[in-house]
């Protein structure tokens, strides 16, 4: 597997929707191995904590039928498992690293991993109960096409949970935020690769992501209203919920 990324500017690839997929392919290809440790060592340990309350704020479904999108190395995965022992959970992911770390870590029956892309999960309309996902509407490469995809494969009362960073509101105190992220991401970006931007995309990719107010106003717009928002650590970190309206 690839130690070093070697010198690229992630900046420009996120500006344009197919370059966005390359380089999360490229990006996250390269960092599978240490995914499920510096995932806890960026949030300062509280990763897990923030997936499980996640989890808990779901309702409670008979059976149902999971997908974790972007699923990565399967925290969200294992955790529906174990919510949810008598449906099925599928983890899907770009990358097929991701999927291999993934596999090796889960023991659980009704988990099954695939290699899609977050807006073409090729699952039938309506056939999911739950849809999850931890960081990865902020690394789509086309958000709406990912919101419209978890709209057309969810039923109608189904919901939609997602775990991601916010910017905070006013000016000055996101780029307060925006600031701190980067300075904390490429330090670890230089200790392991010696490239910056190899974890200075969590504040790249922040910048250029939808407010929280106005995330909720895309998501009712695919006809996804939010039912319940819930902030940790400070407000950087936003769990939001959705369930899909029900046919008139």
């Given at each position: 597997?690839?130690q070093?990324l070697?010198?690229f500017?992630?900046?420009?690839?996120?500006?344009?929707p197919?370059?966005?997929?390359?380089?999360?392919q490229?990006?996250?290809?390269?960092?599978?191995s240490?995914?499920p440790?510096?995932?806890?060592?960026?949030?300062?340990?509280?990763?897990?904590?923030?997936k499980?309350?996640?989890v808990?704020?779901?309702?409670d479904?008979r059976?149902?039928?999971?997908?974790?999108?972007?699923?990565?190395t399967?925290?969200?995965?294992?955790?529906?498992?174990?919510?949810f022992?008598?449906g099925?959970?599928?983890?899907q992911?770009?990358?097929?690293a991701?999927?291999?770390?993934?596999?090796?870590?889960?023991?659980?029956?009704?988990?099954?991993?695939e290699?899609?892309d977050?807006?073409?999960?090729?699952?039938?309309?309506?056939?999911?109960?739950?849809?999850?996902?931890?960081y990865?509407?902020r690394?789509?490469?086309?958000?709406?096409?990912a919101?419209?995809?978890?709209?057309?494969i969810?039923?109608?009362?189904g919901?939609?949970a997602?775990?991601?960073?916010?910017?905070?509101?006013?000016?000055v105190?996101?780029?307060?935020?925006?600031?701190?992220?980067?300075?904390?991401?490429?330090?670890?970006?230089?200790?392991?690769?010696?490239?910056?931007?190899?974890?200075?995309?969590?504040?790249?990719?922040?910048?250029?992501?939808?407010?929280l107010?106005?995330?909720?106003?895309?998501f009712?717009?695919?006809?996804?209203?939010?039912?319940?928002?819930?902030?940790?650590?400070?407000g950087?970190?936003?769990?939001?919920?959705?369930r899909?309206?029900t046919?008139?």
């Amino acid at each position: 597997m690839e130690q070093h990324l070697g010198r690229f500017h992630i900046g420009r690839s996120l500006e344009d929707p197919a370059a966005k997929r390359a380089l999360n392919q490229r990006l996250f290809t390269a960092i599978a191995s240490e995914y499920p440790w510096m995932t806890a060592v960026l949030s300062l340990g509280c990763d897990a904590a923030w997936k499980r309350r996640l989890v808990r704020a779901l309702p409670d479904v008979r059976r149902p039928v999971c997908v974790d999108l972007a699923c990565g190395t399967g925290d969200l995965t294992r955790l529906l498992s174990q919510r949810f022992s008598d449906g099925t959970v599928t983890g899907q992911d770009l990358t097929a690293a991701m999927i291999d770390v993934a596999r090796r870590l889960t023991s659980q029956s009704n988990v099954r991993y695939e290699q899609r892309d977050i807006a073409a999960s090729e699952l039938s309309d309506g056939s999911v109960d739950i849809v999850t996902a931890g960081y990865a509407l902020r690394n789509a490469p086309a958000l709406d096409d990912a919101m419209a995809e978890v709209a057309r494969i969810l039923r109608p009362g189904g919901h939609a949970a997602f775990l991601d960073f916010v910017r905070w509101p006013g000016r000055v105190s996101g780029r307060v935020e925006l600031s701190a992220l980067r300075l904390w991401g490429s330090l670890w970006g230089l200790l392991l690769h010696r490239n910056r931007e190899v974890y200075g995309y969590i504040a790249e990719s922040l910048s250029r992501f939808p407010t929280l107010s106005e995330l909720e106003q895309r998501f009712q717009a695919h006809g996804l209203p939010v039912i319940k928002t819930i902030r940790r650590f400070f407000g950087v970190i936003a769990i939001v919920i959705m369930r899909k309206e029900t046919d008139a």
